[in-house]
């Protein structure tokens, strides 16, 4: 089965800074990743398809990378309403592994 | 748009099993992959299983395979996830999912969450 991990499980960042959130599969996945972001008590959001596709209404701020074990979600400019849980996914048709998080809070 | 809207909260006894059901609005029900997330408090999301209705196929995650049963009504554009067996370990948030695009791939919809807690 392929494993899908994210260290840190916590990144501290300021308002403005850029950030990047690293994902890395325990094998090749080739580009089926996936990246949501979640805020308490809500579902999960699709950002990143595809690994560097961005979902339509997602701020361009919000940017993917990578591709076979190692995948990077990267915001340009960190804003007070991207502080949240981000995830990513691994996807082969309708088979899904998702990774354990990262939670970007204030600094 | 689309929209998945599913049932309330339960409150189960150990042993017990629950049917949680998810009602999908705004596109062709058929042609879309649906899945079942679940969430335990304060932890991470965990792929229970998808069903493909155009296909009649299922998918269970391995750590589900023998107490999870999914289907779909497509009179009622309905999709149910069955867990059995219920322990403390499945108090969670079930969220119901769907496809972004035709057939399968990445989760673009998802539902409300339904809260399931389980207790002796």
């Known amino acids: 089965d392929i494993q899908m991990t994210q260290s840190p499980s916590t990144l501290s960042a300021s308002v403005g800074d850029r950030v990047t959130i690293p994902c890395r599969a325990s094998q090749s996945i080739g580009p089926w990743l996936a990246w949501y972001q979640q805020k308490p008590g809500k579902a999960p959001k699709l950002l990143i398809y595809?690994?560097?596709n961005l979902e339509s209404g997602v701020p361009s701020r919000f940017s993917g990378s990578g591709y076979g074990t190692e995948f990077t979600l990267t915001i340009s400019s960190l804003q007070p309403d991207d502080f949240a849980t981000y995830y990513c996914?691994?996807?082969?048709?309708?088979?899904?592994?998702f990774g354990p998080g990262t939670k970007v809070d204030i600094k | 748009q689309v929209q998945l809207v599913q049932s309330g909260a339960e409150v189960k006894k150990t042993g017990s099993s629950v049917k949680v059901s998810c009602k999908a609005s705004?596109?062709?029900?058929?042609?879309?992959?649906f899945s079942w997330v679940r969430q335990a408090p304060g932890q991470g999301l965990e792929w229970m299983g998808g069903?493909?209705?155009?296909?009649?196929?299922?998918d269970y995650a391995q750590n589900f395979q023998d107490r999870v049963s999914i289907t779909t009504d497509e009179s009622t554009n309905t999709i149910y996830m069955e867990l059995s067996s219920l322990t403390s370990e499945d108090t969670a948030v079930y969220y119901c999912?769907?496809?972004?695009?035709?057939?399968?791939?990445?989760?673009?919809?998802w539902g409300q969450g339904t809260l399931v807690t389980v207790s002796s």
């Open positions: 999912a769907r496809a972004r695009g035709d057939l399968a791939g990445e989760i673009g919809f």
């Open positions: 069903i493909i209705p155009i296909f009649d196929t299922t």
């Open positions: 705004g596109d062709t029900f058929t042609n879309h992959a």
């Open positions: 996914q691994h996807y082969n048709s309708n088979l899904f592994t």
């Open positions: 595809k690994a560097s």
